[in-house]
């Protein structure tokens, strides 16, 4: 039974200090740089701008509010990875790439860190790691593998096995067979992560409008304008941070409306644990936990004593309503916290949520220019997109500048996005291959509690 739901707002969102939100943009306006979503993207790309060019006028335009897409409704995971997971990058991208990848994530990570100490960006930020866990032989396997591919591509350091016997004990789990920790990882409030990042971009002198969703982009002569339902913006260049919502804005070419499509997944928060359960639960750590499932499970320990827990994808939005969703998600995710730690068995999820990420064709995440440098764009943000689209700002804010080095930056930001066929093939090509990795999950966890 689920306890109680809310509208499709993320926990954080919930709790995060109230904010006046900007005016709308009103009437025609102009500036150097339009920048399109004021999500972690778009503003970290904004600071970053005003760092490289403090005299630039930058307009930062967002359709709802700061961080009403993934930025605010994540699980607040800071994560070195990047697009597939590495077995699957090392498959089709090859060892080379796959490492250049995982490095890019890295330091994504300590740039996430050091960005959250110089701006103050007040999140509740934990460099405590998260470890990943197995619940079946198969699991066991798989961690065996992930510590020999690391090791293969020299990162064999990133990654700690614990002993399997300490696992279960420490979670406070029977289910749980082995675990690796990986100690880069840390948590945060994505949304008070955001707001901090909105205070910085408006103290940097950027004209944040809210409530301003961008309809239509079109080229003129020397500008591109843009069109809200209450203003036009000439901007001598623009940079798209819309992610899973890219293909909405009309006037964009083929690779930019078909590059990627939106994939939702959810969240959910339990109600907070007594004093007395966590003593009885353990988990001393209070790192966060994923499972290696085919369909991955996350939880993880909140300051306020909850537990949060991520879990289940689809393609469908917007075709069916993603709130029918969002309560069998919810259903779900209460069976399997209460499978995975018996001693929670009375435990309700009292918020549930959902929001969306976006799928490439290729899977990896697409950063580019135009030729004539007027439209900078970056998509294909995932499940991992907290660490990486902050360190993307400045990568961004370069590309527009022509600061930085080329030659130097990451290859995923080097190539031509490889766009979907057609706008309904997303689904049509990924719904299947869902449907088929739950059908896996479910064979793989047969007999099982989790089953
Ligand atoms: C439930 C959930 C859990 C997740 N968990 C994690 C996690 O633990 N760790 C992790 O690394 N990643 C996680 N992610 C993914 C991560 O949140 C995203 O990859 C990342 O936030 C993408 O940031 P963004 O700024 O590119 O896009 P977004 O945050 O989606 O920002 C895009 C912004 O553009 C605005 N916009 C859209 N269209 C227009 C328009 N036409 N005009 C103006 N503005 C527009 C939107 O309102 C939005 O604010 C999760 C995502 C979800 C949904």
New binding site residues.
């Given amino acids: 039974m689920i306890a109680s739901s809310t509208a499709n707002r993320s926990y954080w969102a919930l709790k995060a200090p109230d904010r006046e939100p900007a005016e709308p943009a009103a009437g025609p306006l102009s500036a150097d740089v339009a920048i ?7 503003l970290s790309t904004a600071w970053h701008l005003k760092q490289l060019r403090p005299d630039a006028d930058v307009v930062l ?4 509010t700061v ?5 605010g ?7 070195p990875h990047l697009g597939l997971d590495p077995a699957a990058l090392k498959l089709v991208y090859g060892a080379e790439r796959t490492r250049a990848a995982l490095e890019f994530a890295y330091a994504a990570c300590d740039y996430v860190e050091e960005l959250v100490g110089e701006l103050a960006l007040d999140c509740d930020y934990r460099r405590h790691g998260y470890t990943l866990v197995a619940v079946d032989e198969a699991g066991r396997e798989e961690l065996d593998a992930t510590l020999k591919l690391y090791r293969d591509l020299g990162l064999g350091d990133k990654l700690e096995p614990l002993p399997a016997e300490e696992v279960g004990a420490h979670y406070g789990s029977p289910l749980l067979v082995a675990g690796v920790r990986e100690p880069a990882g840390a948590l945060l409030d994505p949304m008070r992560l955001v707001q901090g990042w909105e205070r910085r971009v408006s103290d940097a002198g950027v004209r944040l409008h809210e409530r ?3 309809l239509r982009i079109e080229q003129a002569a020397g500008c591109r304008t843009l069109t809200t339902p209450t203003a036009t913006v000439d901007a001598k260049q623009v940079v798209l ?5 890219t293909q ?2 009309a006037g964009l070419d083929r690779g930019l409306r078909l590059g990627q499509a939106p994939l939702y ?3 959910a928060m339990t109600e907070p644990l007594s004093d007395e359960l966590w003593a009885e639960l353990g988990w001393e750590r209070r790192d966060a936990i994923k499972t290696v499932l085919s369909m991955p499970h996350i939880f993880h320990p909140m300051p306020d004593g909850r537990i949060h827990l ?1 879990y289940e994808v689809h393609v469908d939005w917007p075709a069916r309503a993603a709130s029918d969703f969002r309560v069998e998600f919810a259903r779900e995710a209460e069976r399997q916290l209460h499978a995975l730690f018996p001693p929670l068995r009375d435990v309700r999820i009292e918020y549930h949520w ?4 976006s799928l490439t064709l290729d899977l990896v995440p697409h950063i580019g220019i135009t030729p004539d440098r007027s439209l900078a764009y970056a998509f294909g ?7 990486v ?1 902050q360190l993307t700002g400045k990568l961004l804010a370069e590309m527009v500048t022509g600061a930085g080095d080329e030659v130097k930056r990451p290859w995923f930001a080097r190539r031509r996005s490889l766009p979907w066929p057609t706008a309904g093939s997303a689904r049509r090509i990924v719904g299947p291959l869902i449907g088929g990795q739950r059908l896996m999950h479910r064979r793989r966890l047969r007999g099982s509690p989790l089953a």
């Fill in positions: 399109v979503g004021a999500g972690l993207t778009g335009l967002e359709a709802e961080g009403n897409g993934a930025s409704r994540n699980s607040g995971w800071v994560m301003s969703p961008v941070a819309t992610n899973a919502y909405t804005i997944v959810y969240g991520a959902g929001g969306p990420v943000w995932w499940g991992h997109g907290v660490s689209t």
